[in-house]
């Protein structure tokens, strides 16, 4: 495959150096994304730049993930507001190998001659002294130059009365883009690397790199930029309301992860699912097509949901999530949430009343009412007589089982030997845990 026309019609290009796709079909280039390793897990915000890697060895290309293990102590500006708080090694080592694990799931590390390749850029920086940076990297860019960025620009704009910003920029953060571009020098000469790729915002760390090695070793080497993922009303791609959207289980769910999914509008499934899943051109026009027909089957964000959960995941955590998300839509039984383990119940049910009710409370209730009333602290009823109106009507159901108001024997299934699912009317939800 032709990685740039690939790219084009996935709506993943933003642009390219001039000779960039002439490279790509003369001969397998070794391409590079870095990573900042902040965090012990990388989030769905990465997920676009990774996505290059993937399409990169898809066209038979050799992929290199960098870990930015010493400019990850500094802090790259782009986009940024204020400078970060900087990592110690042994933080930055722990990051790096969470992140390792994540990337083996979209890249193959052993295929041949394309195999993909993890490097940590302060195996080669940890001996470099100031001095000899300054000497050997530092006087081939111009500060005229390095000023020009956006990324600096940005953070060194004024307002109108002509004072600068607050947070401004340190020099530390200010000689970022000198040591990406050495990465990128490091990386031509010892690995072979001919393309630098990453997020629109990159352009300038990117083409410092390739300005530096045409400069120190009259060598010719490429940029390639994706855009930058954002939401429908123009905001940040990548979080949730209540915070980034990992790809680490123990930080997002595979549940809430596959409901973020599930959760986007057509507008932005019908961008997204070219962007992170690789299905064909056929397969997604398809897709499309269903869905324009009943847009309230949501067959994009099932399908773009189902792709990306099983691949950052697993089928068998898609299967539980898919199986999860029909409890709050009525079509799960009481098996269903007797399959579901309490992690799982828990985060299916997050944002739900939890009415939490002692052992001797719940058996002491004399009947339904008094139960639905006075044991649970009258927070799903105000009072006894509102709850046996709506148990005349047939309004509530426990564990998805339908209840008379005459009911005296509670004998209902704790589920996790804990929970019972109250169901009020159509859509009101409480959980109660009896400990």
């Known amino acids: 495959m032709n990685l740039v026309e690939e790219l084009k019609w996935r709506g993943m290009l933003h642009d390219a150096m001039p000779g960039t796709e002439e490279q790509l079909t003369k001969e397998m280039t070794t391409g590079y994304v870095g990573f900042d390793p902040t965090a012990a897990s990388l989030h769905i915000g990465n997920l676009a730049t990774i996505?290059?890697?993937?399409?990169?060895?898809?066209c038979g290309h050799k992929p290199i993930a960098l870990v930015g293990g010493a400019t990850g102590m500094i802090g790259d500006p782009s986009g940024k507001s204020a400078e970060r708080n900087l990592l110690s090694e042994e933080a930055l080592r722990t990051n790096q190998a969470g992140i390792r694990k994540q990337l083996e799931k979209f890249l193959n590390f052993d295929c041949g001659a394309n195999s993909a390749e993890m490097v940590n850029n302060y195996d080669w920086f940890k001996e470099f002294s100031f001095?000899?940076?300054?000497?050997?990297?530092?006087?081939?860019?111009?500060?005229?130059?390095m000023m020009k960025k956006e990324s600096v620009q940005k953070r060194l704009q004024v307002d109108e009365e002509g004072e600068g910003r607050a947070e401004g920029l340190s020099f530390t953060e200010f000689s970022y883009q000198l040591l990406q571009g050495y990465d990128y020098y490091y990386l031509y000469k010892n690995k072979n690397v001919r393309l630098q790729m990453?997020?629109?915002?990159?352009?300038?760390?990117?083409?410092?790199?390739?300005?530096?090695?045409?400069?120190?070793?009259?060598?010719?080497?490429?940029?390639?930029?994706?855009?930058?993922?954002?939401?429908?009303?123009?905001?940040?791609?990548?979080?949730?309301?209540?915070?980034?959207?990992?790809?680490?289980p123990n930080l997002t769910s595979p549940y809430k992860f596959y409901q973020f999914w599930l959760n986007v509008s057509d507008e932005e499934?019908?961008?997204?699912?070219k962007v992170f899943t690789?299905?064909?051109?056929?397969?997604?026009?398809?897709?499309?097509?269903?869905?324009?027909?009943?847009?309230?089957?949501?067959?994009?964000?099932?399908a773009l949901a189902k792709e990306v959960t099983t691949r950052v995941h697993s089928e068998e955590d898609y299967l539980a999530a898919l199986q999860a998300s029909?409890?709050?839509?009525?079509?799960?039984?009481?098996?269903?949430?007797r399959a579901l383990p309490e992690d799982l119940l828990l985060a299916v049910f997050e944002g739900v009343p939890l009415i939490k009710i002692s052992k001797t409370a719940y058996q002491e209730a004399g009947n339904i009412v008094e139960f639905l009333a006075d044991t649970t602290q009258f927070q799903i009823f105000e009072s006894r007589g509102e709850a046996k109106r709506m148990l005349q009507n047939g309004?509530?159901?426990i564990n998805r089982e339908?209840?008379?108001?005459?009911?005296t024997d509670l004998n209902f299934e704790l589920l996790q030997n804990k929970y019972l699912v109250i169901q009020k009317g159509k859509k009101n939800y409480y959980l109660v845990a009896v400990e």
């Open 51 to 58: 996505m290059l890697l993937v399409h990169l060895q898809r």
């Open 278 to 302: 690789l299905l064909s051109r056929t397969e997604i026009e398809s897709l499309t097509t269903e869905h324009q027909a009943a847009p309230h089957l949501r067959i994009l964000q099932k």
């Open 198 to 248: 990453g997020g629109s915002d990159q352009w300038g760390n990117i083409t410092t790199g390739t300005e530096l090695i045409r400069r120190i070793d009259s060598g010719k080497a490429f940029a390639l930029t994706t855009p930058l993922v954002t939401k429908s009303d123009g905001s940040k791609f990548g979080k949730s309301e209540s915070g980034n959207v990992w790809l680490d």
């Open 131 to 145: 001095l000899g940076f300054l000497r050997e990297v530092g006087k081939h860019l111009t500060v005229n130059y």
């Open 395 to 397: 309004g509530i159901s």
């Open 326 to 337: 029909e409890v709050l839509f009525g079509k799960g039984d009481i098996s269903t949430l």
């Open 402 to 407: 339908k209840v008379a108001d005459n009911l």
């Open 269 to 273: 499934a019908s961008r997204l699912i």
